[in-house]
């Protein structure tokens, strides 16, 4: 009985897989919109150091947020690897930029781990937690918290086109 109930709470979680400075990285698929390639960014005045700028997706102003800077990963050359990976977080579209998105992964929920308090200079708020699979850890992010208030209403305000 006792095992029944243990089990009962695994479920199965499928991530979008990409790598920021040579580290896997993971975002719920049901969060993700689309994988782009990289396109032409217009800047925007002002908008924080983070923020590349915007770019028309099919009519829709979406802000583009650097991850690596975001993250305070350092900069790299960007490749024909990169990409942009447009999700939904609290109500706003936005597209993340990534080294390389590696795959869509499934995995047991029991191979997450709780977050470490730091890992890889990201506050530990934005982590849900670690996966173990296979050889590697994937870092499982919470795309509701990569923001704090200011940032996404200056967010929500570019999206607007304002």
Do not use: C, H, W
């Not at 089990?7 to 920021?20: A, G, H, M, R």
């Not at 994988?35 to 005045?45: G, H, S």
């Not at 009519?59 to 690596?68: E, F, M, T, Y």
């Amino acid at each position: 009985m006792g095992k029944d109930n243990l089990t009962s709470d695994v479920y199965e979680i499928q991530l979008v897989v990409f790598k920021l400075a040579n580290e896997f990285y993971g975002i719920e698929i049901s969060s993700v919109q689309e994988i782009i390639k990289i396109q032409d960014i217009t800047r925007v005045p002002k908008a924080p150091d983070f923020v590349e700028g915007v770019i028309n997706l099919r009519g829709k102003i979406v802000p583009i947020v650097d991850l690596r800077k975001r993250f305070e990963l350092g900069q790299t050359e960007r490749t024909k690897d990169t990409r942009v990976i447009v999700v939904e977080t609290s109500g706003n579209i936005v597209g993340f930029i990534v080294d390389l998105v590696t795959e869509i992964l499934r995995f047991s929920s029991d191979s997450l781990e709780p977050p470490p308090p730091i890992f890889s200079g990201i506050d530990a708020e934005y982590i849900k937690g670690v996966a173990k699979v296979d050889e590697r850890l994937i870092v499982l992010l919470d795309i509701n918290l990569i923001f704090k208030g200011e940032e996404e209403e200056g967010l929500k305000m570019l999206e607007a086109g304002k």
